[in-house]
């Protein structure tokens, strides 16, 4: 057993990741003034940080105007994506996407009673465009939930979407629901979302997602916050993918740590997970801790929590010995990182990369 626990490396592992949440600089300001920031795609690499800033988000003391869509429950997909063209998906995608935000604000709290009413009008009328499609909707929830239609059902009800004007009827709601409440639609792994296939990694998925983000970037135009989680390697495929980028190409931004940010976690942790402070837990200053351990950080939070808890395995105070061993021990998972992600694709690559850096 560890004498310092700085908390498991992962926030889906840790129940107790509210209690010492730091809430950076950068997504302070993005929350506070989101009309000066254009950016709403927000991109991480692994151990930034993302999912613990989603459970905050949805839990936090901002959770009150946070609206999700969350992919364990909910699926914007085309069956046959063969028989679909690119303005088919770009219209499914917003059409489920209007459809799903209704939903979430008629179950807000404080929405007038005008705003709500509207909104119940226009998922009636979705689900009568339904009702046109199928010819009998059997208790299907369109609140909520995704619905499944085969290929030409989806056909007949793009169909009916376009004729009726859908979308244009719905943007009228979504500015007077971006007038009377500030809400936040949040939005974690887009890509499980929309894509299809046991590998996301694809020119097809890069394309689905792709249009999805335009589908939101459209929505975030009509006044709604709109913050979407997206991992480097995800945003990577779509811009090498989509055609039609510029939609949301500079809108993109990454989640950054300071190092007045990463001090602050560790502090926080010390104080509300340890119950101590900085002298009674480190043999060295805040200065010291920076110079020697944060040019070793790839990953941001992930790293740090990695090397302190290394570090604090020992008794007594934790050391500048302690954390090198700590950043030994980072380095080396570094190392059998590269040789798993890439070995089927360059054989030898970790034994490369060691002789070269």
């Keep these: 057993m560890r004498m310092y626990d700085f908390g498991p490396l992962a926030a889906n592992d840790d129940p107790r990741i509210l209690d010492y949440f730091h809430t950076t600089n950068q997504i302070s300001e993005l929350l506070a003034n989101p009309e000066s920031k254009r950016s709403f795609l927000i991109v991480a690499r692994p151990g930034g940080g993302k999912t613990a800033l989603v459970t905050w988000l949805k839990n936090g003391p901002n959770s009150k105007r946070v609206i999700t869509i969350d992919s364990s429950v909910e699926r914007f997909l085309i069956d046959n994506d063969s028989i679909a063209t690119h303005e088919d998906q770009s219209l499914f995608f917003s059409s489920e996407l209007y459809r799903i935000l209704f939903s979430k604000v008629i179950a807000k709290e404080d929405v007038s009673e005008s705003l709500r009413s509207e ?18 909707v ?40 971006a007038k009377e409440q500030k809400f936040i639609l949040s939005i974690d792994n ?7 296939g046991l590998n996301v990694v694809t020119t097809e998925n890069g394309i689905r997602i792709g249009s999805f983000f335009s589908s939101l970037a459209e929505l975030k135009n009509l006044g709604i916050q709109v913050i979407v989680f997206v991992k480097e390697h995800i945003m990577q495929l779509v811009l090498n993918s989509f055609s039609d980028a ?11 740590w300071t190092e007045k940010d990463l001090i602050e976690l560790i502090d926080l942790r010390v104080e509300k997970r340890i119950s101590s402070n900085w002298e009674n837990v480190f043999d060295i200053t805040k200065d010291e801790f920076k110079r020697l351990v944060f040019p070793n950080l790839i990953n941001g939070p992930r790293d740090l929590i990695s090397v302190c808890n290394r570090a604090g395995d020992g008794k007594g105070r934790i050391t500048s010995h302690d954390l090198k061993q700590g950043i030994n021990n980072l380095r080396n998972d570094k190392w059998r990182e590269i040789q798993l992600e890439f070995i089927n694709q360059w054989p030898g690559v970790d034994q490369f990369s060691r002789v070269i850096i």
């Design 138 to 177: 059997n208790s299907i929830s369109i609140a909520g939930f995704g619905f499944s239609l085969k290929p030409e059902e989806k056909r007949s009800y793009l169909d009916i979407i376009r004729k009726e004007q859908k979308i244009t009827k719905a943007k009228p709601i979504i500015q007077r629901i």
């Design 119 to 136: 909104c119940n009008d226009y998922l009636n009328s979705i689900y009568e465009a339904l009702k046109k499609t199928l010819g009998k």
């Design 190 to 196: 887009p890509e499980s979302i929309v894509g299809k």
């Design 246 to 256: 510029s939609h949301f190409k500079d809108q993109i931004l990454s989640l950054e």
